[in-house]
Nanobody, 121 residues
Framework: QVQLVETGGGLVQAGGSLRLSCSAS????????MNWFRQAPGKEREFVAA????????SYSDSVKGRFTISRDNAKNTVYLQMNSLKPEDTAVYYC??????????????WGQGTQVTVSS
């Protein structure tokens, strides 16, 4: 049974930092591109960051580029999202997503339960 468990969310003041972690089990972690998405109240879920199965080629949405850093540790089956210079508009539930690199669709993607990040002004 595949499980993705996000931790590290919380309440932080604007300008502060948080580090999210997503621990994966029940899958061959090195075969998955890992992604972070977020969903703010009343808005659709949006892409935040991605990292390839080997840990290279990180990509970011324009809204977080230069402030967030995605990384992974394949030995620990964990992906991280370091979030710096947080803004109130970063407030959202953050979700970890695992996409099998051999899959041709996203239909079989795995999702975590989400972790709340709240940035106060």
């Amino acid at each position: 049974q595949v499980q993705l468990v996000e931790t590290g969310g919380g309440l932080v003041q604007a300008g502060g930092s948080l580090r999210l972690s997503c621990s994966a089990s029940g899958l061959t972690f090195s075969r998955y591109q890992m992604n972070w998405f977020r969903q703010a109240p009343g808005k659709e879920r949006e892409f935040v960051a991605a990292i390839s199965s080997s840990g290279g080629s990180p990509s970011y949405s324009d809204s977080v580029k230069g402030r967030f850093t995605i990384s992974r540790d394949n030995a620990k089956n964990t992906v991280y999202l370091q979030m710096n210079s947080l803004k109130p508009e970063d407030t959202a539930v953050y979700y970890c997503n695992a996409h099998n690199i051999f899959a041709v669709t996203t239909d079989y993607d795995k999702w975590g339960q989400g972790t709340q990040v709240t940035v106060s002004s």
